[in-house]
């Protein structure tokens, strides 16, 4: 079960997005109306994901972005919203957002979709931590031998009675 932090103003939205995520089974939901608020729950409970809406009071979603990631975290992040601007999504890109889905439409096709980018960016990120995990390692293997190490497979052939082994 995926932990999930979804931060919007739209105490609507957040709750049709919770009940539909949290339906089908793989998602565990809890919200946030504000991005200030979103961070106090960082500090109390780990997320295996946010989705934040851009335009909030106090703190937009770029700069709550930001903030997430200044503080070190590399958190599944993705910006959901309402503003379809191409600078926008250009930002948070750049800033580090995995995805950027524009809110609108058919909220069953919406959610599905956003289900789907949840699912990936965590997975994606599961992906690259055992990578690193893995490299790291093998870098210890290699620094723990005490000097370089080879294994030869290869046989040196010559004509019987000649060479340094000579019968």
């Known amino acids: 079960m995926l932990s999930v932090l979804y931060v919007d103003d739209e105490t609507g939205l957040l709750d049709i997005g919770k009940i539909f995520l949290e339906s ?23 997320f295996d994901a946010i989705v934040s809406d851009y335009q909030m009071p106090e703190m937009d ?22 503003r379809g601007r191409e600078e926008i999504a250009i930002q948070a890109l750049n ?4 995805f ?11 959610f599905t979709e956003l289900a ?19 490299e790291k390692r093998l870098s210890d293997i290699i ?14 052939r010559s004509s019987p009675g000649t060479g340094p082994w000579r019968s």
């Open 24 to 46: 089908l089974g793989h998602f565990s939901i809890d919200t946030a109306t504000s991005a200030c608020t979103a961070i106090s729950l960082m500090n109390e409970k780990k």
């Open 116 to 134: 789907y980018k949840i699912r990936q960016a965590v997975s994606r990120r599961s992906a690259e931590l055992a990578l690193k995990e893995s």
């Open 61 to 82: 979603g770029i700069e709550f972005l930001r903030r997430v990631r200044t503080s070190g975290s590399d958190i599944p992040f993705i910006l959901f919203t309402g």
């Open 95 to 98: 800033e580090g957002a995995d």
């Open 143 to 156: 620094n723990f031998l005490p000097d370089a190490t080879f294994a030869s497979t290869c046989r040196e």
């Open 100 to 110: 950027y889905l524009q809110k609108g439409g058919d909220p069953i096709s919406q």
